[in-house]
């Protein structure tokens, strides 16, 4: 019946006190999660103190924040950290390997080939802007970042013109973890199609170390034979590795 007396203000009094009515009680508030509040700080650093400010996790932080957009990230970045030892190794890394890491996505490989291939474009252009004999630390730079942390050889060749600026930038082969074939026909022939004077030679040791080996002296003397007849130098043999990087010229094996 409608207005009764359990339904009237004093009813619901009474029935209170009695014990009758479940009325919820108010509950604590949540925990705000620790990392609420920390993408934005981290950019603000970012933009403040740029990249020098930020230890290498929480470099890769920023990029991991693009391709996932709700979640703490910072596990993640650690995680490959552990994996390839330096920022520059796990940008360097390969999709296949990355994608063995639990959390990395596809979306987050996507990422961080973006920066990747940003980062080299940038240090190619600047290889561009001058002769290369006399911006060798550029070059050096950048073919560290192009070829030092692969997984398999590979073999570049740039190709110089009158004035040593840079015509075409090109590998050639790729090969084995510790092979690639090189044929010095087809070097000398490309290098006589892009009407090239010059040439500097590239290539990496998965390994790590950079130290030639008695087939790369040969190959390069063999090379350097066939382009001098003719009239394509070779400037340089630079072999890269992790651990650094050894040029033929300035060791005086060529």
């Known amino acids: ?19 009758a009515v479940n009325v919820p009680l108010p509950q604590p508030p949540r925990p705000i999660p620790h990392y609420w509040g920390h993408r934005d700080r981290l950019r603000i650093r970012f933009r403040e103190g740029g990249a020098d400010a930020l230890p290498d996790y929480e ?21 490959m950290l552990a994996r390839f030892g330096s920022f520059a190794e796990t940008v360097a ?16 490989i996507t990422e961080i080939k973006i920066v990747q291939a940003a980062a080299l474009r940038t240090s190619q252009g600047e290889v561009k802007k001058r002769p290369v004999l006399a911006a060798m630390s550029t070059v ?21 013109d009158r004035r040593n600026k840079l015509i075409s930038d090109e ?12 044929y010095t026909r087809e070097v000398v022939k490309r290098a006589l199609d892009l009407s ?13 170390d950079p130290t030639p080996s008695k087939a790369d002296v040969d190959m390069t003397r063999q090379i350097m034979d066939v382009a001098t007849k003719l009239g394509v130098t070779v400037h340089d043999h630079i072999v890269l ?14």
Do not use: W
């Not at 590795?241 to 060529?254: E, K, N, P, Y």
């Open 140 to 160: 050096l730079s950048y073919l560290r970042s192009a070829m030092a942390f692969e997984d398999r050889e590979q073999f570049r060749i740039l190709f110089l």
């Open 59 to 79: 470099l890769l932080e920023l990029i991991l924040f693009r391709a996932i957009p709700r979640r703490d990230v910072k596990p993640l970045a650690k995680d």
């Open 171 to 182: 590998v050639q082969t790729r090969g084995t973890i510790d092979h690639t074939p090189v």
């Open 196 to 208: 090239a004077s010059a040439i500097i030679l590239a290539h990496n040791h998965p390994s790590g």
């Open 241 to 254: 590795g992790r651990d650094g990087h050894l040029s033929m010229r300035t060791a005086g094996i060529i």
């Open 1 to 19: 019946m409608a207005n009764s007396f359990e339904e009237s203000p004093l009813g619901e009094l009474l029935a209170l006190e009695a014990g």
């Open 93 to 108: 890394a390969s999709p296949e390997r990355l994608a063995e890491i639990e959390g990395v996505t596809g979306a987050v």
